[in-house]
């Protein structure tokens, strides 16, 4: 209970922080924008490539990998139809996709993951699910569907290519062949890029949180529909499929049952908030995604690790 309500706490209170810059108007009016940026261009390629050159990808080849593969691929599947039937636009199916399966595995899973699960290594395959397969798939598709409501088609080349403009699929690149080769950096190289790293999660914490100003509530308006339909994959729909896929058809029991349903129902990470602000693509069903499935979090993870602890 203690790593719930810690993980809480801490990124809230940066993103309260980050509301009182935008209330106040300290960083201007595009101080959300530039700080997403930043995050997007420099800190989230350096933090993705310190965590994959150093991490052991063959160590977290298991069960638990496979259990978030299937789960996030299905979470962030389902929503797509919902979307086509509504017929909603490409950028706003894409940035949902992601909200209903994207989970805040760093800033928020690593300390429930240390004080629920009492093993932060836990997190690992999530973490290299998303940064390696899930991050450089949806930026890409981000940068290649239509701008909503404005019916651009990309051209073949832009498609192919997209990839290769893309700060977080080269960085994921990068740091898988650094960490499959076995390549030891030297320390000047890596200490500026470890600096930057740090820079990522508080900048994206803090453009959500200046979001925030001004706002209307979550899940209100022409979006609402998308909204709450992340929402509830998210919430209730992915913790579920990790719990039969896990539970029933691997037979985890105990501590593995309890990890994978726990990481599963993490809400979603405020990076999708940031790769729809670097993209200008449905913002506010990122930002009122994110905020809606964080508190409806809370009670579903005390739930879960009550139940399965």
């Known amino acids: 209970m203690t790593g719930v309500l810690e993980g809480f706490l801490v990124i809230g209170v940066v993103v309260a922080v980050g509301y009182v810059l935008g209330r106040g108007g300290m960083l201007g009016e595009s101080g959300s924008r530039v700080l997403a940026r930043t995050a997007f261009f420099v800190a989230s390629p350096a933090l993705l490539f310190t965590t994959l050159s150093r991490a052991d990808v063959g160590a977290v080849f298991s069960s638990a990998l496979l259990v978030t593969a299937v789960t996030s691929a299905v979470a962030c599947a389902l929503f797509v139809p919902l979307a086509l039937a509504r017929r ?51 930026t890409t598709l981000l940068d290649i569907v239509p701008g909503d409501g404005r019916g651009e088609r990309p051209g073949w080349a832009r498609v192919v290519f997209a990839p290769l403009r893309n700060p977080i699929a080269i960085a994921t690149a990068a740091g898988l062949v650094v960490s499959g080769t076995g390549v030891v950096l030297p320390e000047a190289v890596l200490a500026p890029v470890e600096l930057l790293a740090d820079l990522a999660v508080p900048a994206m914490l803090l453009a959500f949180g200046i979001s925030l100003y001004g706002a209307r509530l979550p899940g209100t308006g022409e979006t609402a529909v998308s909204v709450w339909s992340a929402v ?55 930002r009122e995604s994110a905020l809606a499935s964080t508190i409806a979090s809370v009670p579903v993870l005390l739930v879960i690790a009550a139940v399965l602890g």
């Open 232 to 286: 509830a994959i998210k919430n209730v729909v992915h913790p579920l499929l990790a719990w039969v896929l896990a539970g029933w058809v691997l037979g985890l029991t105990g501590p593995a049952l309890l990890a994978a349903v726990v990481l599963a129902a993490l809400p979603t990470a405020q990076n999708v908030f940031g790769y729809a602000v670097r993209y200008d693509r449905a913002v506010a069903v990122a």
């Open 88 to 138: 909603r636009p490409a950028g706003e199916t894409v940035v949902g996709s992601m909200a209903s399966g994207y989970v805040n595995a760093g800033n928020l899973g690593i300390p429930i993951a240390t004080y629920v699960l009492g093993d932060p290594a836990t997190v690992a395959p999530v973490l290299l699910f998303q940064l390696a397969i899930l991050t450089p798939l949806f």
